[in-house]
């Protein structure tokens, strides 16, 4: 048996699995709290094992935030860096890292996913541990613990945020696809896997994920994910139609395979002409003639008819294309985060960057 600081292992290219439950900031200080027992223990068993030689417990080599000892959050996030190097050095190159961790907020997952990428680990799960995690989806603060499973990665690959987002994206969706039909599983313990499966798609590109001029860190990248899954957990009509823009040789079956689960209905796409059915089958995209005229009549009528983005999207793409004005109703309409966001799906869907620059915005990258 060792006893020792993990830091202190010199090992490498040796184990294949490595599963521990590190400390979580200054939760528990637990060498103090080991005093306690430390005491009566060393009486009896300091003959037989080494590591009882001292009168208490090591406090410094304690990787934990402990004002006692002069150390806070950075230096609790630096020692626990410094621990997964050293495992990531012991480890074969096709070993395999799994711990517990405390689920808290995105800034906590950042540092956390920030520091194993560092230390040369692509995260390739996440798994809840513990049940009551209904508020996730809500986007209330929670508190559970979490399996957290990486592997050594050798190299990482350049990507923009433009095509790791529509992999995020893809990936999320995927995932809970598949958890949601084979698998009776709470929204919340589904999110928590979708953030695995999305912090692998990332571990794959770490420091090398360009957003315009920007490399993106790691707490970067978390923030977004957060939101790409709680936008994934409410996945309608216009989600499904991009979904099915990105599909090739689309018919009505990917209509119906892609609504399932979500909050889109095949019904709901077709009132709307998204796609039309009789004379073959064919998607609404801004240059389809019943589709345009569909949105036309909501934009002219006098009955104030709600314009969802999707429609005043594809209608200013529409007349961008047959050099009428937008920017007149641009100024009316409320162009909000949301039309950005949409817009810049569409311009990557698509490849077509019209979407982005009827609203005027010259830097698409950033969206
Ligand atoms: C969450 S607890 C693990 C509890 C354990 N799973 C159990 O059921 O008893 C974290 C443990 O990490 C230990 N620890 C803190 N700093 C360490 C270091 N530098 N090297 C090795 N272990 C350390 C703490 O003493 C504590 O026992």
Known sequence: MEIGDVRNIESEDEYDAVITDPPYYDNIIYSEVSDFFYVWLKIILSERYEGFNQNATPRKESIVANP????????????????????????????????????????????????????????????????????????????????????????????????????????????????????????????????????????????????????????????????IIQEASDIGVEDVFIDLLDTSNVSYDDVNKLCRGTNAAPEDLKETHLYNQDGGFELGTWDNEKRQAYIQERVNGESGDHLSNLDKLQFLRYRYEKGQAVQNYVEKWDVDDDLRELAGRLADVTGDDTYTRVLGDRDITSY
């Open 68 to 227: 006692a000892e002069n150390k806070g959050a950075e230096e609790f996030e630096s020692e626990l860096h410094e621990s997964f190097t050293t495992i990531q050095n012991a480890l074969k190159t096709d070993g395999v890292l799994a711990f517990t961790y405390h689920h808290s907020d995105s800034e906590s997952w950042g540092e956390l996913l920030e520091s194993l990428c560092d230390s040369g680990f692509e995260v390739t799960a996440t798994y809840p541990l513990t049940a009551d995690i209904s508020k996730f989806i809500e986007g209330e603060a929670v508190s559970f613990d979490i399996l957290v499973v990486a592997r050594p990665v050798r190299e990482t690959e350049v990507a923009s945020w433009k095509s790791l987002r529509r992999d995020i994206y893809r990936t999320a969706r995927r995932t809970r696809k598949q958890l949601e039909e084979n698998r009776d599983l709470s929204r919340g313990d589904i999110g928590v896997m979708e953030m695995g499966a999305c912090f692998h798609e990332y571990s794959k590109h770490h420091g090398k994920v360009r957003r315009g001029d920007n490399i993106m860190s790691a707490k970067e990248v978390v923030q977004e994910i957060y939101g």
